[in-house]
Protein backbone atom coordinates (compact mmCIF):
# COMPACT_ATOMS: atom_id res chain seq x y z
CA UNK A 1 0.00 0.00 0.00
CA UNK A 2 2.47 2.21 0.77
CA UNK A 3 4.69 1.42 -2.35
CA UNK A 4 1.50 2.28 -4.13
CA UNK A 5 0.74 5.55 -2.99
CA UNK A 6 4.53 6.78 -3.60
CA UNK A 7 3.24 5.44 -7.16
CA UNK A 8 -0.03 7.42 -7.14
CA UNK A 9 1.92 10.84 -5.89
CA UNK A 10 3.85 10.57 -9.11
CA UNK A 11 0.88 10.24 -11.28
CA UNK A 12 -0.59 13.01 -9.08
CA UNK A 13 -3.30 10.92 -7.82
CA UNK A 14 -3.87 11.65 -3.82
CA UNK A 15 -5.67 8.74 -1.19
CA UNK A 16 -6.86 10.40 2.79
CA UNK A 17 -8.52 8.57 4.75
CA UNK A 18 -9.40 9.93 8.33
CA UNK A 19 -11.40 8.81 11.61
CA UNK A 20 -15.08 10.46 10.80
CA UNK A 21 -17.18 8.86 13.83
CA UNK A 22 -16.35 7.31 16.55
CA UNK A 23 -19.31 5.49 18.51
CA UNK A 24 -21.78 8.81 18.43
CA UNK A 25 -19.30 11.42 18.05
CA UNK A 26 -19.02 11.81 14.51
CA UNK A 27 -17.70 14.40 12.02
CA UNK A 28 -20.05 16.45 9.25
CA UNK A 29 -20.12 13.95 6.19
CA UNK A 30 -18.87 16.68 3.74
CA UNK A 31 -15.01 16.15 3.94
CA UNK A 32 -14.53 19.10 1.97
CA UNK A 33 -15.25 21.17 4.96
CA UNK A 34 -12.26 20.21 7.07
CA UNK A 35 -8.61 20.40 6.61
CA UNK A 36 -7.28 16.96 6.06
CA UNK A 37 -3.57 17.65 6.47
CA UNK A 38 -4.64 17.73 10.09
CA UNK A 39 -5.43 14.12 10.35
CA UNK A 40 -2.18 13.31 11.69
CA UNK A 41 -2.06 15.85 14.50
CA UNK A 42 -3.65 13.82 16.96
CA UNK A 43 -3.74 10.16 18.11
CA UNK A 44 -7.51 9.31 16.45
CA UNK A 45 -6.40 10.44 13.24
CA UNK A 46 -9.24 13.01 13.40
CA UNK A 47 -9.27 16.16 11.18
CA UNK A 48 -11.54 18.33 13.96
CA UNK A 49 -9.03 18.60 16.95
CA UNK A 50 -12.17 19.61 19.25
CA UNK A 51 -14.08 16.01 17.84
CA UNK A 52 -10.92 13.96 17.97
CA UNK A 53 -10.43 15.10 21.65
CA UNK A 54 -14.12 13.83 22.54
CA UNK A 55 -13.63 10.64 20.46
CA UNK A 56 -10.03 10.22 22.84
CA UNK A 57 -12.25 10.91 25.80
CA UNK A 58 -14.98 8.07 24.33
CA UNK A 59 -12.27 5.35 23.64
CA UNK A 60 -10.46 5.87 27.05
CA UNK A 61 -13.71 5.46 29.14
CA UNK A 62 -14.60 2.35 27.05
CA UNK A 63 -11.21 0.72 27.48
CA UNK A 64 -11.73 1.70 31.49
CA UNK A 65 -15.13 -0.29 31.58
CA UNK A 66 -13.42 -3.43 29.50
CA UNK A 67 -15.52 -2.86 26.15
CA UNK A 68 -14.80 -2.18 22.94
CA UNK A 69 -16.29 0.55 19.99
CA UNK A 70 -16.86 1.00 16.68
CA UNK A 71 -16.90 3.59 14.25
CA UNK A 72 -16.45 5.02 10.57
CA UNK A 73 -13.48 5.77 8.22
CA UNK A 74 -14.09 7.99 5.35
CA UNK A 75 -11.43 8.28 2.26
CA UNK A 76 -10.97 10.64 -0.08
CA UNK A 77 -9.34 9.84 -3.59
CA UNK A 78 -8.01 12.71 -5.29
CA UNK A 79 -6.94 13.18 -8.83
CA UNK A 80 -8.03 9.98 -9.78
CA UNK A 81 -8.07 10.49 -13.87
CA UNK A 82 -11.90 9.44 -15.78
CA UNK A 83 -11.91 6.14 -17.20
CA UNK A 84 -11.00 3.71 -14.71
CA UNK A 85 -13.00 0.57 -13.98
CA UNK A 86 -15.72 -1.39 -15.97
CA UNK A 87 -19.49 -0.75 -17.14
CA UNK A 88 -20.00 -3.94 -15.94
CA UNK A 89 -17.83 -7.12 -14.29
CA UNK A 90 -15.23 -5.03 -12.49
CA UNK A 91 -16.73 -1.95 -11.45
CA UNK A 92 -14.59 0.61 -9.54
CA UNK A 93 -16.45 1.05 -6.66
CA UNK A 94 -17.17 -2.85 -6.99
CA UNK A 95 -13.00 -3.28 -6.43
CA UNK A 96 -13.28 -0.81 -3.83
CA UNK A 97 -16.02 -1.95 -1.77
CA UNK A 98 -14.34 -5.54 -1.99
CA UNK A 99 -10.97 -4.52 -0.90
CA UNK A 100 -12.46 -2.44 2.03
CA UNK A 101 -14.84 -5.95 2.99
CA UNK A 102 -11.17 -7.46 3.03
CA UNK A 103 -10.47 -5.65 5.99
CA UNK A 104 -10.62 -7.18 9.52
CA UNK A 105 -13.78 -5.72 11.76
CA UNK A 106 -15.27 -3.84 8.49
CA UNK A 107 -19.16 -4.07 8.52
CA UNK A 108 -20.34 -1.45 5.70
CA UNK A 109 -19.12 0.48 3.01
CA UNK A 110 -20.79 2.88 1.32
CA UNK A 111 -19.54 5.26 -1.57
CA UNK A 112 -20.83 8.66 -2.69
CA UNK A 113 -24.22 9.52 -1.14
CA UNK A 114 -24.38 6.30 0.02
CA UNK A 115 -27.58 5.87 1.93
CA UNK A 116 -28.18 9.23 3.27
CA UNK A 117 -28.98 9.04 -1.02
CA UNK A 118 -32.19 7.23 -0.74
CA UNK A 119 -34.44 10.52 0.53
CA UNK A 120 -33.10 12.21 -2.18
CA UNK A 121 -35.59 12.59 -5.86
CA UNK A 122 -33.54 11.60 -8.68
CA UNK A 123 -33.63 15.01 -10.32
CA UNK A 124 -31.68 15.84 -6.04
CA UNK A 125 -28.92 12.85 -6.81
CA UNK A 126 -28.00 13.23 -10.61
CA UNK A 127 -25.17 14.83 -11.36
CA UNK A 128 -25.21 17.00 -14.36
CA UNK A 129 -22.32 17.08 -17.01
CA UNK A 130 -21.04 20.69 -17.72
CA UNK A 131 -18.46 21.95 -20.28
CA UNK A 132 -15.14 22.46 -18.34
CA UNK A 133 -13.10 25.19 -19.46
CA UNK A 134 -10.15 24.58 -17.30
CA UNK A 135 -10.01 21.36 -18.52
CA UNK A 136 -6.91 20.92 -21.62
CA UNK A 137 -8.37 17.43 -22.08
CA UNK A 138 -10.90 15.81 -24.36
CA UNK A 139 -13.55 15.53 -23.53
CA UNK A 140 -13.79 18.69 -22.03
CA UNK A 141 -16.62 17.90 -18.92
CA UNK A 142 -17.31 17.95 -15.49
CA UNK A 143 -20.40 17.83 -13.10
CA UNK A 144 -22.18 20.58 -11.07
CA UNK A 145 -22.44 18.42 -8.11
CA UNK A 146 -20.41 14.80 -6.92
CA UNK A 147 -23.53 12.83 -5.29
CA UNK A 148 -21.90 9.90 -7.19
CA UNK A 149 -18.28 9.93 -5.62
CA UNK A 150 -16.64 10.32 -8.21
CA UNK A 151 -17.67 7.01 -9.95
CA UNK A 152 -20.50 6.54 -12.59
CA UNK A 153 -21.65 3.25 -14.32
CA UNK A 154 -18.91 1.63 -12.37
CA UNK A 155 -16.13 3.79 -14.34
CA UNK A 156 -14.26 6.88 -12.62
CA UNK A 157 -15.75 10.50 -13.76
CA UNK A 158 -12.06 12.52 -12.91
CA UNK A 159 -14.16 14.01 -9.99
CA UNK A 160 -13.12 13.01 -6.36
CA UNK A 161 -13.60 9.77 -5.09
CA UNK A 162 -15.20 9.31 -1.40
CA UNK A 163 -16.32 6.84 0.43
CA UNK A 164 -17.13 5.82 3.90
CA UNK A 165 -15.95 2.11 5.58
CA UNK A 166 -17.89 1.14 9.32
CA UNK A 167 -16.23 -0.64 11.96
CA UNK A 168 -17.31 -2.86 14.78
CA UNK A 169 -16.47 -2.89 17.96
CA UNK A 170 -13.59 -4.97 18.40
CA UNK A 171 -15.06 -8.57 19.34
CA UNK A 172 -12.46 -9.42 21.92
CA UNK A 173 -13.54 -7.65 25.26
CA UNK A 174 -11.92 -7.38 28.85
CA UNK A 175 -14.64 -7.81 30.63
CA UNK A 176 -16.56 -11.72 31.23
CA UNK A 177 -18.75 -12.78 28.25
CA UNK A 178 -21.00 -15.74 28.16
CA UNK A 179 -19.94 -18.46 25.89
CA UNK A 180 -19.79 -22.16 25.73
CA UNK A 181 -16.74 -24.33 26.10
CA UNK A 182 -15.69 -27.03 23.88
CA UNK A 183 -18.65 -29.29 24.77
CA UNK A 184 -21.00 -26.75 24.47
CA UNK A 185 -21.63 -26.47 27.55
CA UNK A 186 -22.41 -22.80 29.04
CA UNK A 187 -19.40 -20.73 30.46
CA UNK A 188 -17.38 -17.53 30.75
CA UNK A 189 -14.69 -16.10 28.94
CA UNK A 190 -12.14 -13.27 30.23
CA UNK A 191 -9.68 -12.29 27.83
CA UNK A 192 -6.41 -11.27 28.60
CA UNK A 193 -3.49 -9.28 27.03
CA UNK A 194 -3.13 -6.55 25.18
CA UNK A 195 -6.20 -5.48 23.04
CA UNK A 196 -7.41 -2.17 21.32
CA UNK A 197 -10.71 -0.74 22.34
CA UNK A 198 -11.27 0.87 18.87
CA UNK A 199 -9.45 0.03 15.96
CA UNK A 200 -10.33 3.17 14.04
CA UNK A 201 -7.25 5.15 14.55
CA UNK A 202 -4.78 1.92 13.90
CA UNK A 203 -7.68 1.26 10.28
CA UNK A 204 -7.09 4.56 8.83
CA UNK A 205 -3.53 3.58 7.11
CA UNK A 206 -5.07 -0.12 5.66
CA UNK A 207 -8.05 1.88 4.72
CA UNK A 208 -5.51 4.07 2.74
CA UNK A 209 -3.27 1.28 1.35
CA UNK A 210 -6.16 -0.87 0.44
CA UNK A 211 -7.71 2.05 -1.65
CA UNK A 212 -4.46 2.89 -3.00
CA UNK A 213 -3.46 -0.48 -4.44
CA UNK A 214 -7.55 -0.61 -5.70
CA UNK A 215 -7.06 2.50 -7.41
CA UNK A 216 -3.33 2.15 -9.02
CA UNK A 217 -4.56 -1.62 -10.42
CA UNK A 218 -6.99 -0.23 -12.46
CA UNK A 219 -5.04 2.67 -13.72
CA UNK A 220 -2.51 -0.31 -14.77
CA UNK A 221 -5.39 -1.96 -16.16
CA UNK A 222 -6.62 1.03 -18.16
CA UNK A 223 -3.19 0.93 -19.21
CA UNK A 224 -2.59 -2.05 -20.41
CA UNK A 225 -5.74 -1.96 -22.60
CA UNK A 226 -4.46 1.23 -24.54
CA UNK A 227 -1.39 -0.51 -25.91
Known amino acids: GALAKLVLKQLGI ?9 GDISLERDYRLYDLSLTETNAVRCPDAAKAAEMEA ?25 GLGEPEF ?21 YGEGFSGVTMRGSEQNDIFVPNSESSESPCLSTKTNHSGGIQGGISNGQDIYFRVAFKPVATLLKEQDTVDLE ?9 GRHDPCVLPRAVPVVEAMAAMTILDHFMLNQSKKV
Open 184 to 192: GNPTTLTAK
Open 58 to 82: LITKVKGEGDTIGGIITCVIKGCPA
Open 90 to 110: GKLHAALGAAMLSINAVKGFE
Open 14 to 22: SVQAYTSQV
